[in-house]
């Protein structure tokens, strides 16, 4: 019962906060990569205290809150050319697409 409640507010809050991801934002998995091993962020953020909370731009519009890894980058690549992905603090953070300066 508390997993249906869990999906059913995950599904609801990507539909609340798909809206809004530009282009220029959207990340995607790159080829091989999935993120089978990233559990839902919980009320209180990660109990793992290696990953915090962050929202993925995706082409769909932004994922619920994941439990991701500081190089959740390495896994993912931008949808335009000339682009990067970064992660931005918060609560919970964003992982998307920005431009690339050539700068690190």
Do not use: H, W
Not at 62 to 82: F, I, M, Q, T, W
């Amino acid at each position: 019962m508390v997993r249906r409640i869990v999906m059913l507010l995950s599904a609801t809050l990507v539909l609340v906060t798909g809206c809004g991801v530009s282009e220029d934002e959207v990340v995607r998995l790159k080829e091989g990569e999935n993120l089978s091993d990233t559990p839902y962020c919980g009320s209180l953020g990660c109990a793992d205290p290696f990953r915090f909370c962050a929202e993925l731009f995706l082409e769909f519009g932004r994922s619920p809150p994941l439990c991701v890894v500081e190089n959740v980058c390495d896994r993912l690549e931008c949808a335009k050319a000339g682009r990067r992905c970064a992660v931005f603090d918060g609560f919970p953070g964003q992982v998307k697409c920005i431009e690339d300066n050539g700068q690190e």
